[in-house]
């Protein structure tokens, strides 16, 4: 991917003013800040935090502070690179399809970056994307156990889930990405079915844990 130039960076702020004028929601009680803390049967990445991390701006990705230890020995991660927030919205129209929430990153920022997934033609292995593109995110939400899941908006077209029609999925995997110009070896991604398709995946559950 290209660096961004001032330019660029314009009309994807004219892109996403765009967006946010469709939706009708507004999400606007937001969460104190949170880590999102991994744990899974790989000892290395078990217990460690997410952090996130540049993608080309305005896009980030989210890494196992496991693999920033190793690329950057003794460095701590800041509070602004593992602080995480989650809005909801304070309207209770039932006509409204408001999902719950979003997930959002470095609200201190002029354009708030929103958690995302971004689909691909190529693998069932899905980056997660945080940035100002995704609108109001991709639905995700923390079960009572404040474990992260992600609700579909709509049954699967083509199977039906051996459990029912459930629509909670918790299918986060830590694989190796290529995102434009950038190479993550432990980044965390959501497999869209079956068995993950890309490099060095590894099965994880993604918690909330207050800052
Ligand atoms: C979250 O809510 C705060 C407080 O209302 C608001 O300032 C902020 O823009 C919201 N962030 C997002 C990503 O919607
Ligand atoms: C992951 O870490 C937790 C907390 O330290 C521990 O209880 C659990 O046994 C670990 N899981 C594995 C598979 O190592
Ligand atoms: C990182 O944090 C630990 C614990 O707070 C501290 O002991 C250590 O000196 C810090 N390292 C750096 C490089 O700041």
Redesign the pocket.
């Given at each position: 991917m290209q660096q961004f130039t001032s330019k660029m960076l314009a009309l994807l702020a004219a892109a996403f003013s765009l967006v946010a004028a469709q939706s009708d929601c507004v999400y606007d009680v937001q969460s104190a800040p949170f880590h999102l803390r991994l744990?899974?049967?790989d000892?290395r990445l078990?217990?460690t935090r997410l952090v996130s991390v540049h993608a080309g701006p305005p896009f980030r990705q989210l890494v196992s502070e496991a693999w920033l230890q190793d690329t950057y020995p003794g460095h701590n991660q800041s509070d602004i690179s593992i602080n995480f927030y989650y809005n909801t919205t304070s309207t209770n129209d039932p006509n409204s399809n408001c999902l719950p929430g979003k997930l959002h990153w470095a609200p201190e920022q002029s354009w708030p970056s929103v958690f995302g997934i971004v689909s691909s033609l190529a693998s069932n292995v899905q980056p997660i994307e945080v940035s100002p593109m995704q609108g109001d995110g991709s639905g995700v939400q923390f079960d009572e156990e404040g474990k992260l899941f992600q609700r579909a908006r709509s049954y699967s077209p083509v199977t039906q889930e051996e459990e029912g029609y459930n629509l909670n999925h918790y299918k986060w995997f830590i694989c190796a990405t290529v995102y434009g110009n950038y190479k993550y070896g432990d980044a965390l991604t959501w497999v869209a079915g079956g068995e993950p398709d890309g490099k060095n995946c590894r099965a994880v559950d993604v918690t909330r844990e207050w800052a």
């Open positions: 744990t899974g049967d000892a078990n217990g």
